[in-house]
């Protein structure tokens, strides 16, 4: 069975600081998808990625970057320089590829709290 | 820009009163699902249709029910809400089931009196 664990349940930093949202994943396929998403208070979860298990390339958008190791099955995120309006749950999801999974594996969420 | 809208944003409804929550989308996506998020917990997907064949999750109470009428709307029925189904209700597209992103609306808040 697949499982997404996310053990920072609560992250508060000041504004400008670095922070990393730490996702460690199970699963037993050699194809599956990772993803993060993005909950802020209004209550939309907003998508931010979508990372392949074959791809293991790290990945930056801006003040996001994303570092997927599988041999130690992470995917964690850093915001570079937070800001206020980065406050909001981050959720880490893994969906395996097999035929007939329709299912996001939500983990638990880490809410991040930037101080002015 | 093509979207998935969720009406109301806000719903009250009585104990044991039935309410129907709306869905509907622009992206012209085959599936769509439906989503139960409780205060501070994960969504936790309650059914999805892929095109008009709809899928139940093993553990959504009957109380729960869904139509599609057409590829755009949706809609998630509770016919008896209890207290327990006070929830943000998420509705998500996507192309595909399972490794296709799922664009989520803004949710609706059901609170049950």
């Known amino acids: 069975a697949q499982k997404v664990t996310q053990a920072q349940t609560e992250i508060s930093v000041v504004e400008k600081e670095d922070v990393t949202l730490d996702c460690v994943y199970e699963t037993r396929d050699t194809t599956y998808y990772l993803f993060w998403y993005k909950q802020p208070p209004s209550g939309e979860l907003v998508f931010l990625i979508r990372?392949?298990?074959?791809?293991?390339q790290n990945e930056i958008s801006g003040r996001y970057s994303w570092n997927f190791q599988k041999s130690t099955s992470s995917f964690n995120f850093t915001i570079t320089a937070s800001q206020v309006v980065d406050s909001a749950v981050y959720f880490c999801?893994?969906?395996?590829?097999?035929?007939?999974?329709?299912?996001?594996?939500f983990g638990s969420g880490t809410r991040l709290q930037v101080q002015p | 820009d093509a979207m998935v809208i969720q009406n109301p944003r806000y719903q009250v409804t009585q104990f044991g009163k039935p309410v129907t929550l709306s869905c509907s989308q622009t992206?012209?996506?085959?599936?769509m699902y439906w989503y139960q998020q409780k205060s501070s917990q994960a969504p936790k997907l309650l059914f999805h249709y892929y095109d008009k064949d709809f899928n139940n999750e093993a553990d959504t109470p009957d109380n729960f029910q869904s139509r599609r009428p057409n590829t755009s709307f949706c809609f998630l029925d509770i016919r008896s809400p209890g207290l327990g189904d006070a929830a943000m209700y998420l509705c998500?597209?996507?192309?595909?089931?399972?490794?296709?992103?799922?664009?989520f609306g803004p949710g609706t808040r059901l609170t049950v009196l």
């Open positions: 999801a893994l969906s395996e590829a097999r035929a007939g999974r329709r299912a996001l594996t």
């Open positions: 992206l012209n996506h085959n599936v």
């Open positions: 998500a597209t996507s192309t595909t089931v399972g490794a296709d992103t799922q664009y």
């Open positions: 990372r392949n298990s074959f791809d293991e």
